[in-house]
C-alpha cells in the first residue's frame, strides 16, 4: 500500500514539474515581450486550480498515509497556494492578471517564486522516489 502512495505522488509530482516549467517558459516569454500580457496571464490562470488540486492532494495523501515529515515539507507550499488563490483582488483576471504584472516587479517575483517551486517539486520528486524504491524493496 505504502508503494502506492509514493507511486501516486511520483506522478503528481511529475505533473507539477512540468507545470513549474511551463509557469518559467509562459513569464519569460512575457519578459521578453514574445508574447502579451493578457494572454500569458490568461494562459497561467487557467493552470493554477490544477496545481493548487494537485499539490492539496499530495499534501492531504501524505497526512493520511502517516508520513509526517513530508506532509510538514508540503504543508508550506500547499498553504502558500491556497492563500494566493484566496486573496486576489476583486476585479482581478486571477492571480496573475495582465493589468498588474508588469507593475512593483509582480513579473520578476512571480518567476521567482516559480523558481522555487520548481526546486521544490525536483527534490521532492527525488524524496518520493527514493521513497517508492525503499517501499517496494521492503514489500
Not at 512540468?18 to 502579451?36: G, K, P
Not at 506532509?71 to 483582488?89: A, C, D, E, S
Request: glycine share 4%; proline share 3%; with cysteine.
Amino acid at each position: 500500500m505504502e508503494a502506492v502512495v509514493f507511486v501516486f505522488s511520483l506522478l503528481d509530482c511529475c505533473a507539477l514539474v512540468f507545470l513549474s516549467v511551463y509557469f518559467i517558459i509562459t513569464l519569460s516569454d512575457l519578459e521578453c515581450d514574445y508574447i502579451n500580457a493578457r494572454s500569458c496571464c490568461s494562459k497561467l490562470n487557467k493552470w493554477v486550480i490544477p496545481e493548487l488540486i494537485g499539490h492539496t492532494i499530495i499534501t492531504v495523501l501524505m497526512l493520511v498515509s502517516l508520513h509526517w515529515f513530508i506532509f510538514l515539507l508540503n504543508l508550506p507550499v500547499t498553504t502558500w497556494n491556497i492563500y494566493r488563490f484566496i486573496m486576489v483582488p476583486s476585479g482581478n483576471m486571477g492571480v496573475f492578471d495582465p493589468t498588474e504584472i508588469h507593475n512593483r516587479g509582480q513579473l520578476k517575483s512571480h518567476m521567482k517564486e516559480a523558481m522555487i517551486k520548481l526546486g521544490f517539486h525536483l527534490l521532492c520528486f527525488f524524496m518520493y522516489l527514493y521513497s517508492m524504491i525503499l517501499a517496494l524493496i521492503n514489500d
